[in-house]
C-alpha cells in the first residue's frame, strides 16, 4: 500500500478506508485496553493520532512505542470522537522501525530552551518550533525562486571559492590546500601561493554581487541565491559565519526601481507565507511571539518610508536619547540607530538612502554632491539591516578613481572594470539575508535557530 503523508490525511475526509502512514512519536497515553499515540512525519505541524487496542498488539510491542520511536502503520481512516481533530486511524499492524530510549532521548519534556536546542541541534528539527520554522523557510526559498521566475529574472550561480578580495564586506575565510603545518614561504618569508590549489589566494565568497553584475549586464535581470561566508566576530542574534543571501541585480534599473523591487518582492514573501504556512504561523504566534501575524500583515498594509540618510541623522540627534554609540553625520548606523528609526519613531519598516560614500562600498554610484553615494538599506522592525543595495557606478572613470582612493587592487577587478568599458549601463542590486527575513517571518529572536546548523564563532557542530 502507498504511505500517505499526515498533512494529507488529516484533511482528507475519506474515512473508511485503509491508510499507510509513517512518522515518530510525539506522545502515547492511555489505558491497558486502549492506546492512544500521537504520530508526526514533519509534513505539517499537526499529529494524527492513532489508536491501538491493546487487546490487537503485543504487549511488548506497545511498550516499546515511546516518544521519538519511529513507526510505520496501517490502519482504517475513521472520523474522530475526540477533540482537536477530524480524523485519525485505527490501527491494523505497527511496525516498530526504531525505539527510542526514554532514558536518554533528550527530547521528553516540553519547554527546553533555545540555548538547549541548539546543542541538539540533529533532534530539535523535531519539535513542533523546529519543525514550523524549517517548513517555513523552505516555503521562502521556494516562493524566491517563483517571485523570480515569475518577473523574468534568471538564476544565476555565481562561485563560492573567489580570487578576489576585493569587496571589502567582511573578513574572509582562506581557501587552500596548502599545509598548514608548513606553509611554502618567498624568500620574503610572504606565502607562496603559487604553490597552492589554486596559484594564488581564495577565499569563501562573503557576496556573489560583482559577479552578479556581469550576469545583470547580459541577461538584464538575474538573481543569485546562494552561501555567504563572513569572518566577521560577531557575537550577535543576526550575525551567522554562514548565511544565505538573495541578490538580484538589475540592468537599466536605478536606485527608486531598485526600491520599488526590494518593497514588493518583501511583500510578496510576506503574503506567500501568510497564504501558505497558515498553521506553522499560528502555531509560532501563539508560542514564540504574541502578535506575529498581526505584525506581519502590518507591514503587508503600509509603505515603506523612504528618506536619506541625512535626514535619518537629523531625527536621531534630535532624538531624546543616550545612545550607545553617539551619532554624528558621516557615522555608520548601529543597531540601536536603525531599530530606533523603525521600532519607535516611524513603527513601520524604512528605506534610508544616500549614505556617505565613505562607509559604504567602492562599487556604489557616486552622487554629484561628492559626498554621498547611491545606496539604501532596507530597516526592519525586530532585525534592523535586512537589505543592503545600491545603483552601481557605471562610469569607468569614477569606479577607477574610487578603487584607487581606497587602494583596493585594482588587477584582481580588471574583469569589473571592463564592464564599464564594454557597453556599460545603469544598473542596481540588492542583497536579502535570507536568515534575516526568516527571523523577522517566524518571530525568532535569534538567528542561531532560523538555519539547521548555525556556524558562528567557536561553533560548527554537526
Ligand atoms: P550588518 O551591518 O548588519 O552586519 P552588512 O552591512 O554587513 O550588515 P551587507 O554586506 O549589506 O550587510 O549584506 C547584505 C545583507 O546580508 C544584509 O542586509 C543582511 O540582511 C545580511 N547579512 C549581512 N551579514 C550577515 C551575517 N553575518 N549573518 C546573517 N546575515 C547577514
Ligand atoms: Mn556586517
Known amino acids: 500500500m502507498e504511505r500517505k503523508k499526515i498533512k494529507e490525511l488529516l484533511s482528507s475526509h475519506k474515512t473508511g478506508k485503509e491508510v499507510f502512514v ?11 485496553n486502549i492506546v492512544f499515540i500521537a504520530l508526526n512525519d514533519g509534513s505539517t505541524i499537526n499529529n494524527i493520532q492513532i489508536v491501538a487496542d491493546a487487546s490487537v498488539f503485543k504487549e511488548d510491542l506497545l511498550r516499546d512505542i515511546t516518544t521519538g520511536a519511529c513507526l510505520a502503520v496501517t490502519g482504517t481512516l475513521i472520523e ?9 486511524i485505527k490501527a491494523n499492524s505497527i511496525e516498530l522501525y526504531g525505539k527510542c530510549d526514554a532514558e536518554t532521548y533528550p527530547l521528553q519534556k516540553k519547554g527546553h530552551s533555545m540555548e538547549f536546542l541548539r546543542e541538539i541541534a540533529h533532534l530539535r528539527p523535531r519539535t513542533n518550533t523546529f519543525g514550523a520554522v524549517l517548513r517555513i523557510r523552505h516555503a521562502m526559498a521556494f516562493a524566491i525562486h517563483k517571485y523570480f521566475n515569475d518577473k523574468g529574472f534568471f538564476y544565476l550561480h555565481t562561485p563560492i571559492i573567489t580570487g578576489s578580495d576585493a569587496e571589502g564586506a567582511g573578513e574572509m575565510f582562506h ?19 603559487t604553490e597552492d590549489f589554486f596559484g594564488k589566494p581564495t577565499n569563501l565568497t562573503v557576496s556573489g554581487q560583482l559577479e552578479g553584475e556581469l550576469g545583470a549586464l547580459a541577461l538584464g ?29 538589475m540592468a537599466f534599473y536605478d536606485l527608486r526601481d531598485n526600491m520599488d523591487l526590494a518593497e514588493d518582492f518583501l511583500k510578496y514573501l510576506i503574503r506567500y507565507a501568510l497564504e501558505n ?92 554632491d561628492g559626498k554621498t553615494v547611491r545606496a539604501m538599506d532596507v530597516l526592519f522592525p525586530g532585525i534592523g539591516e535586512i537589505i543592503g543595495g545600491s545603483q552601481r557606478e557605471e562610469d569607468y572613470e569614477r569606479l577607477l578613481g574610487r578603487i584607487k582612493e581606497l587602494n583596493l587592487p585594482e588587477k584582481d577587478l ?33 538567528i542561531r535557530d532560523v538555519i539547521p546548523f548555525p556556524r558562528t564563532p567557536k561553533n560548527a557542530e554537526f
Open 80 to 88: 474522530s470522537v475526540g477533540q482537536g481533530q477530524n480524523v485519525e
Open 22 to 32: 509513517k512518522g515518530w512519536v510525539r506522545t502515547k497515553r492511555g489505558s491497558k
Open 414 to 446: 580588471w574583469w569589473y572594470l571592463e564592464t564599464r568599458k564594454f557597453g556599460t549601463a545603469p544598473h542596481s542590486g540588492f542583497g536579502l539575508g535570507f536568515e534575516r527575513l526568516i527571523v523577522f517571518i517566524t518571530g525568532m529572536s535569534n
Open 221 to 249: 535581470e538575474i538573481y543569485t541565491f546562494g552561501p555567504t561566508f563572513r569572518a566577521e566576530n560577531s557575537n550577535t542574534p543576526r550575525h551567522l559565519a554562514e548565511f544565505w543571501m538573495i541578490e538580484p541585480e
Open 175 to 193: 581557501v587552500t590546500t596548502l599545509d598548514l603545518t608548513n606553509i611554502p614561504l618567498n624568500e620574503d618569508k610572504t606565502v607562496k601561493f
Open 277 to 368: 504556512c497558515r498553521e506553522d504561523l499560528e502555531f509560532l504566534d501563539k508560542m514564540i511571539q504574541k502578535g506575529l501575524i498581526d505584525r506581519l500583515n502590518f507591514v503587508l498594509g503600509n509603505e515603506f518610508i523612504r528618506m536619506t540618510y541625512s535626514e535619518a541623522v537629523d531625527i536621531l540627534i534630535k532624538a531624546d536619547r543616550k545612545w550607545e554609540y553617539p551619532i554624528a553625520w558621516g557615522k555608520d548606523l548601529q543597531a540601536e540607530h536603525e531599530r530606533y528609526l523603525v521600532e519607535e519613531h516611524f513603527r513601520k519598516p524604512v528605506i534610508l538612502t544616500d549614505y556617505p560614500k565613505a562607509i559604504k562600498a567602492f562599487y556604489m554610484k557616486q552622487n554629484d
